[in-house]
């Protein structure tokens, strides 16, 4: 049984910032740097850009009363999907059973926000309730309800937050708007000035839903070189570099009109060598693409991401400590803690990670590593769970889906092993044609046999399996001839009949 959730320390100094931003026409990076070391990467590909966050104006297709959910035409390949449950009547009548075919009808035209992104043969899923992201609030147009991050755990902040945002709308405004963990950075000007954009985008959004025609696109959300002054910058950020004059010119701007703090921050990149490849971060990518991430004492970590979760395997590797192995152990499994931290947040890891440390038989070296991991998880922006040791020694952590992993989208599946991350040795792959060649001869009465495969493959069955081909074909009676093609991969083979 898991133990309690480990409360996250909230008082933590962070360490300074750097952020760098690589344009590219095909590609848009940002990296965040604390202590000259990478930690976050954030990649954008304008060809394969989500559409989460985007606002159509679509139209009512189909209403399905059995599955209490709708078809929207918002101008993609596929009709995109709406369940009763994102209908913001259904969301401010929490108490009701209300049904979709008494809120939408077919040929209705009506305004929808991207909530999850088509997969596979699904369209994109959709909510009548739209939000729009602010740098400190997010604003939700069709509520009248005041949130609060839930990263904000204490009291006392939690309500001079609401005050202060309360003071600031007036009587008339709406009320809806939920305060982001970054608000707590915010003086009352910055809040002022938060609220005044958003106001304004809604105010823009909503003209153009009455004015424009059916399936257009109302609202996209900011690209990353500009996401970057929105979600990332901070008062730890100390410079941000760009090398794009373009980017550099609009990120100013933007600065100038919402981040005003920012702007002097904000440096054109011109060096002789690319700005990824001058920081290390290229190659920081590469490593973040291996499953072995070597520690600096010897120890490493074997991270698998799998479907249903990540597992973090630690490892004493070649550390062998000054005094005796528990002493090894524990300074191993505190040196995991931070690395662990990190590569969660360099790699995007979401959902539930499962953390192995080396066993420890002293309950003070469990709690130090447990405090230790704690701390180093406070760092991370993304909503982050810690759980305590179960009977089996695991560590559970649960980390909020924000977006693809690095993994997800900067790789794909082995297309010689199939994403097994392993293929079969070349003695069974001879194997595998030795009874494919008998099971062709009992079918077909072929004259010959003539064997395509991986010339490594081929290698061996002429050398070492040579005397397993000859009985082969002394016991079908028919001549079997090689052919290497080079083309192959090494689990690949065909028989053909002469």
């Not at 001058?278 to 010897?298: C, K, P, Q, T, W």
């Not at 704690?374 to 020694?393: I, P």
């Not at 061996?460 to 074909?473: G, H, K, P, T």
Request: with cysteine; proline share 4%; aromatic share 6%.
């Amino acid at each position: 049984m898991l133990q309690a959730s480990i409360p996250l320390p909230q008082t933590l100094v962070r360490p300074p910032e750097t952020v760098l931003v690589n344009i590219l026409p095909q590609e848009i990076r940002a990296a965040v740097l604390e202590d000259a070391r990478a930690c976050e990467i954030h990649i954008e590909r304008p060809q394969g850009r989500g559409l989460v966050g985007n606002i159509y104006l679509g139209v009512v297709r189909r209403v399905l009363p059995g599955m209490q959910s709708a078809f929207i035409d918002i101008g993609l390949e596929r009709a995109a999907f709406l369940h009763i449950v994102d209908v913001v009547e259904q969301r401010h009548r929490p108490n009701d059973t209300l049904r979709i075919e008494t809120v939408l009808f077919e040929g209705q035209v009506v305004p929808v926000q991207v909530i999850k992104d088509p997969i596979g043969n699904k369209g994109a899923r959709l909510s009548t309730q739209i939000s729009l992201a602010g740098r400190f609030l997010v604003h939700l147009p069709q509520d009248e309800h005041i949130g609060i991050s839930q990263r904000i755990e204490d009291e006392e902040e939690r309500t001079r937050l609401k005050a202060q945002l309360e003071a600031l709308l007036p009587a008339d405004a709406c009320r809806g708007y939920i305060i982001r963990t970054s608000a707590e950075e915010a003086d009352p000007e910055e809040l002022r000035a938060d609220l005044a954009y958003l106001n304004r985008l809604w105010a823009k959004i909503a003209h153009d839903a009455k004015t424009c025609p059916a399936q257009t696109l109302l609202y996209q959300d900011l690209p990353l070189y500009l996401r970057v002054l929105r979600d990332l910058y901070s008062r730890h950020t100390k410079q941000i570099w760009v090398d794009s004059r373009t980017a550099f010119r609009e990120m100013r701007e933007f600065a100038a009109l919402y981040v005003h703090e920012a702007a002097d921050k904000i440096h054109l990149f011109d060096g002789d060598e690319p700005l990824f490849e001058s920081y290390g971060i290229d190659e920081e990518i590469n490593r973040a693409l291996n499953m072995r991430v070597n520690l600096r004492f010897g120890g490493y970590l074997i991270i698998e991401p799998t479907e249903a979760m990540t597992t973090i395997d630690v490892n004493t590797g070649g550390f062998v400590g000054h005094h005796n192995f528990d002493e090894t152990i524990f300074k191993t499994n505190l040196e995991a803690c931070h690395a662990i931290a990190r590569e969660l947040r360099l790699r995007n890891l979401g959902g539930m990670i499962v953390v192995d440390f080396i066993d420890m038989d002293n309950e003070a070296h469990r709690e130090a590593v447990l405090q230790e991991l704690a701390k180093s998880l406070a760092f991370d922006r993304t909503r982050v769970t810690l759980n305590g040791f179960t009977s089996l020694g695991l560590v559970e952590i649960t980390r909020k889906r924000t977006r693809e992993s690095l993994h997800h989208m900067l790789s794909q599946d082995c297309p010689y092993c199939f994403g097994r991350g392993h293929i079969k040795t070349l003695q069974t792959v001879c194997y595998e044609i030795l009874r494919e060649i008998l099971r062709e001869a009992k079918r077909f009465d072929a004259a010959a046999f003539r064997v395509l495969a991986a010339p490594a493959v081929i290698e061996m069955l002429i050398d070492e399996e040579s005397d397993s081909l000859a009985q082969l074909s002394g016991f079908i009676g028919k001549p079997i001839s090689l052919a290497s093609e080079s083309s192959y991969t090494q689990e690949q083979f065909d028989i053909v009949l002469m």
